[in-house]
Structure formats: structure tokens, C-alpha cells
Nanobody, 120 residues
Framework: QVQLVESGGGLVQAGGSLRLSCTAS????????MGWYRQAPGNQRELVASITSGGNTNYAASVKDRFTISRDNAKNSVYLQMNSLRPEDTAVYYC??????????????WGPGTQVTVSS
């Protein structure tokens, strides 16, 4: 079984910064792509940023040049540095990972989410 746990959410004023962290634990062979998604009330869950095991990144247009995704493969962790936060960034942020299990099955796992609230 694989668990993802996020941390780093909270309340911040517009223009401020937060850094989210997510660590995978459990038994698995390797982690492929990792990413951050978010879901605001009444909206569908959307991709914020993703990063491959080799470090290639992809960003939603709304966060490009403000957010930076990174990962530490040795720690099975992914991070999201969020700068110049806006009220519209308010959402629950979820960590996501594509994992190759010990039985060599490819599964996608999600963390429970962390709340980010940006006040105007």
C-alpha cells in the first residue's frame, strides 16, 4: 500500500507565498510522475503542475511564472512553491503520484488534500 501525505497549506494574504510538500510512503518499486491538483468549491479538480521522474515540468496557464514544482526522488517527495498568491488560488490542493508497485502494477495515488486560503 502507498500513502501520500501533504503539508504546508494555510491562510495567507494576497501576494504572499506558501510551500506545499508531499511525501510518499509504503512499499513500491518506483514513482513516475508526481503532481499537484486543486479543487475549489463548486469546481472540478484541475491540474496545477506536474513533474516527471526526470524533472520535466508542466504548469497550468493560470499558475505559470508564479508556482514552481520540484521533487526529491531520494525522499519520494514533491513540492509546490507558490508565490504571488491570489484569492482565486483558494482551494484544496491534492498531491498525486503514479507509482509502480512491488507487483509491477501501475497505480495512481492521491493524498487527502491540504487547504490553501488566500485572503484579499
Amino acid at each position: 500500500q502507498v500513502q501520500l501525505v501533504e503539508s504546508g497549506g494555510g491562510l495567507v494574504q494576497a501576494g504572499g507565498s506558501l510551500r506545499l510538500s508531499c511525501t510518499a510512503s509504503g512499499s513500491f518499486f518506483s514513482i513516475n510522475a508526481m503532481g499537484w491538483y486543486r479543487q475549489a468549491p463548486g469546481n472540478q479538480r484541475e491540474l496545477v503542475a506536474s513533474i516527471t521522474s526526470g524533472g520535466n515540468t508542466n504548469y497550468a496557464a493560470s499558475v505559470k511564472d508564479r508556482f514552481t514544482i520540484s521533487r526529491d526522488n531520494a525522499k519520494n517527495s514533491v513540492y509546490l512553491q507558490m508565490n504571488s498568491l491570489r484569492p482565486e488560488d483558494t482551494a484544496v490542493y491534492y498531491c498525486n503520484a503514479g507509482v509502480l508497485t512491488t507487483s509491477l502494477a501501475g497505480n495512481v495515488y492521491w493524498g487527502p488534500g491540504t487547504q490553501v486560503t488566500v485572503s484579499s
